[in-house]
T-cell receptor, first 112, second 112 residues
Framework: GENVEQHPSTLSVQEGDSAVIKCTYS??????FPWYKQELGKGPQLIID?????GEKKDQRIAVTLNKTAKHFSLHITETQPEDSAVYFC???????????FGTGTRLTVIP | DVKVTQSSRYLVKRTGEKVFLECVQD?????MFWYRQDPGLGLRLIYF???????EKGDIPEGYSVSREKKERFSLILESASTNQTSMYLC???????????FGEGSRLTVL
């Protein structure tokens, strides 16, 4: 089955700096790569996703890049703000499989 | 907005008790999921259901069962709770598989 590894497990940045979280996956059939943000006391919420026919996707301060050859994808947050502090999960999904495989999470702390 | 409601946010149970965790979604989604979230392990799939009365095992089904008698409701059952089932349980739903999961706020279960 699919195995998704996520690094780092914790990340602290100064407000205004950039943050990068990296994930690798094992199943070359996976073609859908979402990122979820979980704020304290809440369930995870989708913030951005990418499918394997594109290499990069941006949404304001958030971007995701995908390297299918190397089987890794990354989340980039620029100009971080205190409200970006949360736990972030990457995930991978394959066609025909109505399920996602999640990474172990990254706790991001943005220091004001 | 999609709303996934988990009826109990916090539960404390004794070893050997039968535990029911209820989840209701209001968007007529076909697919519903139960995940378990533990620090350092991310989200692990327990069971999912793609239709009423249908269920599929996820990665860690042992010690759990589920029930889906109505489309909007998906219940997780611990027949005889054990201390190693102390965890955060997250319910999620999605329409015919698009990839995006809509999560509830979670049920934190402590088994003493």
């Amino acid at each position: 089955g699919e195995n998704v590894e996520q690094h780092p497990s914790t990340l602290s940045v100064q407000e205004g700096d950039s943050a990068v979280i990296k994930c690798t996956y094992s199943d070359s059939a996976s073609n859908y790569f979402p990122w979820y943000k979980q704020e304290l006391g809440k369930g995870p919420q989708l913030i951005i996703d990418i499918r394997s026919n594109v290499g990069e996707k941006k949404d304001q301060r958030i971007a995701v890049t995908l390297n299918k050859t190397a089987k890794h994808f990354s989340l980039h947050i620029t100009e971080t703000q205190p409200e970006d502090s949360a736990v972030y999960f990457c995930a991978a999904g394959a066609p025909g499989a109505n399920n996602l495989f999640f990474g172990t999470g990254t706790r991001l702390t943005v220091i004001p | 907005d999609v709303k996934v409601t988990q009826s109990s946010r916090y539960l404390v149970k004794r070893t050997g008790e039968k535990v029911f965790l209820e989840c209701v979604q209001d968007m007529d989604h076909e697919n519903m999921f139960w995940y378990r979230q533990d620090p350092g392990l991310g989200l692990r799939l327990i069971y999912f259901s793609y239709d009423v009365k249908m269920k599929e095992k996820g990665d860690i089904p042992e010690g759990y069962s589920v029930s889906r008698e109505k489309k909007e409701r998906f219940s997780l059952i611990l027949e005889s709770a054990s201390t190693n089932q102390t965890s955060m349980y997250l319910c999620a739903s999605t329409p015919v598989w698009t990839g995006e999961l809509f999560f509830g706020e979670g049920s934190r279960l402590t088994v003493l």
